[in-house]
């Protein structure tokens, strides 16, 4: 079993900054990736930033330059710095991990609520 917990989430006001934490636990030996997605009322589920266990990281379009994902491997820990927020990044975010077959595990989400 995989656990993946997040926290950071939140109300801010349009550019401002929020900082998302997800802590793995359980069976997690060897996952590779992992990242996190987003859910907007009304939407599908959308990636918004990856990373590797070798710090490769991918982004989606709509957050490049204002998101920054990193991670501590000792801590099992994905984070995602959220700079000048928009409203339209209102969403609930998931944390994701990738682990070595391929399989998904996901959080329960925490909510990010960006006011103009």
């Known amino acids: 079993q995989v656990q993946l917990v997040e926290s950071g989430g939140g109300l801010v006001q349009a550019g401002g900054s929020l900082r998302l934490s997800c802590a793995a636990s359980?069976?997690?030996?060897?996952?590779?990736?992992m990242g996190w997605h987003r859910q907007a009322p009304g939407k599908e589920r959308e990636l918004v930033a990856t990373?590797?266990?070798?710090?490769?990281?991918n982004y989606a379009d709509s957050v490049k330059a204002r998101f920054t994902i990193s991670r501590d491997n000792a801590k099992n820990t994905v984070y995602l710095q959220m700079n000048s927020l928009k409203p339209e990044d209102t969403a609930v975010y998931f944390c994701?991990?990738?682990?070595?077959?391929?399989?998904?595990?996901w959080g329960r989400g925490t909510q990010v609520v960006v006011s103009s």
């Open positions: 990373i590797t266990r070798d710090q490769n990281t």
């Open positions: 994701n991990l990738q682990d070595t077959l391929g399989r998904d595990h």
């Open positions: 359980g069976s997690i030996f060897g996952y590779n990736r």
